[in-house]
T-cell receptor, first 110, second 113 residues
Framework: GENVEQHPSTLSVQEGDSAVIKCTYS??????FPWYKQELGKGPQLIID?????GEKKDQRIAVTLNKTAKHFSLHITETQPEDSAVYFC?????????FGAGTRLTVKP | DTGVSQDPRHKITKRGQNVTFRCDPI?????LYWYRQTLGQGPEFLTY????????KSRLLSDRFSAERPKGSFSTLEIQRTEQGDSAMYLC???????????FGSGTRLTVV
């Protein structure tokens, strides 16, 4: 089955700096790669996703890149703000069978 | 329909008791998933339904766990003879299916004492 590894487990940045979170996956059949943000006491919320036929996708301050050959994908957050502080999860999926990384706790210091 | 609803939000139970959780997905979503999440970990897949059919169960899902989605709408997850190791957040998610993002509920936090 799919195995997703995520790094780093914790990340602390100064407000306004960029943050990068990286994930690798094992199943070359995976073709859908979402990212979720989870705040305390809430369920994960989808923030951006990318499909295997696309190399990069951007939505305002958030971007995701995918390297299918190397089987890794990354989340980039620019101009970080304190409200970006949360736990971020990557996931990989084939036909809806989704597996998650262990999460990255991002702290943005004001 | 404002999203995925889970009930209860919190459940404290004594070891050995049975508990049941409910999930109401987004109405037009035909796929429904159950995940378990422990502190500092990502969600771990338990089982999923396509309409009323349970299509896959994780090896994490011991015989004490059972899930149903009788009419293809809401789902229940029952844990029999709870153990302390069952303490976790139980998350439900729904999706249209295929490669679409999940919409998660806020979860049910189970504490077994």
């Amino acid at each position: 089955g799919e195995n997703v590894e995520q790094h780093p487990s914790t990340l602390s940045v100064q407000e306004g700096d960029s943050a990068v979170i990286k994930c690798t996956y094992s199943d070359s059949a995976s073709n859908y790669f979402p990212w979720y943000k989870q705040e305390l006491g809430k369920g994960p919320q989808l923030i951006i996703d990318i499909r295997s036929n696309v190399g990069e996708k951007k939505d305002q301050r958030i971007a995701v890149t995918l390297n299918k050959t190397a089987k890794h994908f990354s989340l980039h957050i620019t101009e970080t703000q304190p409200e970006d502080s949360a736990v971020y999860f990557c996931a990989a999926s084939e036909l809806g069978d989704m597996r998650f990384g262990a999460g990255t706790r991002l702290t943005v210091k004001p | 329909d404002t999203g995925v609803s889970q009930d209860p939000r919190h459940k404290i139970t004594k070891r050995g008791q049975n508990v049941t959780f409910r999930c109401d997905p987004i109405s037009e979503h035909n796929r429904l998933y159950w995940y378990r999440q422990t502190l500092g970990q990502g969600p771990e897949f338990l089982t999923y339904f396509q309409n009323e059919a349970q299509l896959e169960k994780s090896r994490l899902l011991s015989d004490r766990f059972s899930a149903e989605r009788p009419k293809g709408s809401f789902s229940t997850l029952e844990i029999q003879r709870t153990e302390q190791g069952d303490s976790a957040m139980y998350l439900c998610a729904s999706t249209l299916g295929g490669d679409y993002g999940y919409t998660f509920g806020s979860g049910t936090r189970l504490t077994v004492v």
